[in-house]
């Protein structure tokens, strides 16, 4: 066995020839890299997109994706959103309706009844004018 | 090592010197690696080519992790002679293989040569990974670390490997031998 190993050393003797070494070294040399220099691998940066991809995807297939519960229906709940809109106007309508109603009707009463009784304030504060020019009056004939 | 680790820092900065300096110094190496493996001069000069041209171009991602430069030229060279035997599916002549002489005795110069050729058959018919075990151990001096590191596997599988190897050896060449004379 050792002789065997002894004999592999040998082998360590071969070389390649001197003229293809040096011709091989001056073509290997000439060449250029690849590509340039590569660029330095940013781990942040790969992050960053993987993130933002991850949230691209899994918002198309929440987009697109049909909806869990299986009573629910798209076009139903379409129609009924549809029809609570027309219910809210309805709603508008008949108010406005009452509304319109009260007031021609209180105009109407308004118009019908006597219009000197409109405002009851006006005798009485003219009634008050006078007793307080007569106590005025008094006053002046008892400093006279 | 730290004058290596200043030239790989040059070559890193696509100095040219200093990667062939590290060329001079490797190549031998990685030339005998393949040749002992594929037995071909020709096929040999064009692969140790092509191992130096991968690493030129890719030295800036080289990272020494503890291991010598050596292994990561290694492992480029085991995976380019896979790959040419995985897409050439080529097999040559051992006979043909040409190398420094040992002696400068003619007699003992062809015994040599006999007994080399002898081995470097047999090296040839053993398993990928066995043949790069041999090498590397036996013609190399490598350490089981640094051919765990080329292999990708741990020390352990090495030794097993190794012992392996030196055993199929032995039984090829004694079984060539054999053959040999038979022919004779």
């Given at each position: 066995?050792?002789?065997?190993?002894?004999?592999?050393?040998?082998?360590?003797?071969?070389?390649?020839?001197?003229?293809?070494?040096?011709?091989?070294?001056?073509?290997?040399?000439?060449?250029?890299?690849?590509?340039?220099?590569?660029?330095?691998?940013?781990?942040?940066?790969?992050?960053?997109?993987?993130?933002?991809?991850?949230?691209?995807?899994?918002?198309?297939?929440?987009?697109?994706?049909?909806?869990?519960?299986?009573?629910?229906?798209?076009?139903?709940?379409?129609?009924?959103?549809?029809?609570?809109?027309?219910?809210?106007?309805?709603?508008?309508?008949?108010?406005?309706?009452?509304?319109?109603?009260?007031?021609?009707?209180?105009?109407?009463?308004?118009?019908?009844?006597?219009?000197?009784?409109?405002?009851?304030?006006?005798?009485?504060?003219?009634e008050n004018n006078k007793s307080k020019e007569e106590i005025k009056d008094l006053l002046d004939q008892l400093l006279l | 090592m730290k004058e290596e680790e200043e030239l790989i820092k040059k070559a890193k900065k696509r100095d040219r010197e200093a990667f062939g300096i590290l060329y001079?110094?490797?190549?031998?190496?990685?030339?005998?690696?393949?040749?002992?493996?594929?037995?071909?001069?020709?096929?040999?000069?064009?692969?140790?080519?092509?191992?130096?041209?991968?690493?030129?171009?890719?030295?800036?991602?080289?990272?020494?992790?503890?291991?010598?430069?050596?292994?990561?030229?290694?492992?480029?060279?085991?995976?380019?002679?896979?790959?040419?035997?995985?897409?050439?599916?080529?097999?040559?002549?051992?006979?043909?293989?040409?190398?420094?002489?040992?002696?400068?005795?003619?007699?003992?110069?062809?015994?040599?040569?006999?007994?080399?050729?002898?081995?470097?058959?047999?090296?040839?018919?053993?398993?990928?990974?066995?043949?790069?075990?041999?090498?590397?151990?036996?013609?190399?001096?490598?350490?089981?670390?640094?051919?765990?590191?080329?292999?990708?596997?741990?020390?352990?599988?090495?030794?097993?490997?190794?012992?392996?190897?030196?055993?199929?050896?032995?039984?090829?060449?004694?079984?060539?031998?054999?053959?040999?004379?038979?022919?004779?």
């Amino acid at each position: 066995m050792e002789t065997l190993i002894e004999k592999l050393k040998k082998f360590r003797e071969i070389q390649p020839d001197a003229e293809y070494s040096q011709r091989s070294k001056l073509v290997i040399l000439a060449t250029p890299a690849l590509s340039g220099k590569r660029p330095i691998f940013n781990w942040q940066l790969a992050f960053t997109l993987a993130g933002l991809l991850l949230v691209l995807i899994s918002g198309t297939l929440f987009r697109y994706s049909k909806p869990s519960a299986p009573n629910l229906n798209a076009q139903a709940l379409k129609t009924e959103l549809q029809d609570l809109d027309i219910n809210i106007q309805l709603a508008k309508i008949e108010y406005y309706q009452k509304v319109d109603e009260t007031v021609s009707l209180a105009l109407k009463e308004i118009s019908e009844n006597h219009t000197g009784n409109l405002n009851l304030a006006i005798p009485a504060e003219s009634e008050n004018n006078k007793s307080k020019e007569e106590i005025k009056d008094l006053l002046d004939q008892l400093l006279l | 090592m730290k004058e290596e680790e200043e030239l790989i820092k040059k070559a890193k900065k696509r100095d040219r010197e200093a990667f062939g300096i590290l060329y001079d110094q490797y190549s031998p190496a990685i030339y005998r690696f393949i040749l002992l493996k594929t037995g071909n001069k020709a096929s040999t000069e064009d692969m140790t080519h092509q191992v130096f041209l991968s690493a030129w171009q890719s030295i800036e991602n080289y990272q020494s992790r503890g291991f010598p430069f050596s292994s990561w030229l290694y492992r480029i060279a085991h995976n380019t002679v896979i790959d040419y035997y995985r897409t050439e599916k080529k097999h040559f002549n051992l006979e043909t293989i040409e190398e420094a002489a040992v002696s400068s005795n003619l007699e003992e110069k062809i015994d040599q040569e006999l007994e080399l050729n002898l081995i470097k058959s047999a090296i040839k018919e053993l398993s990928t990974e066995q043949q790069t075990v041999l090498i590397m151990k036996f013609v190399e001096d490598l350490t089981n670390k640094e051919i765990a590191a080329v292999l990708g596997k741990n020390e352990g599988a090495i030794k097993v490997a190794q012992h392996r190897s030196l055993k199929n050896i032995k039984k090829i060449i004694n079984g060539n031998l054999n053959r040999k004379i038979k022919e004779v």
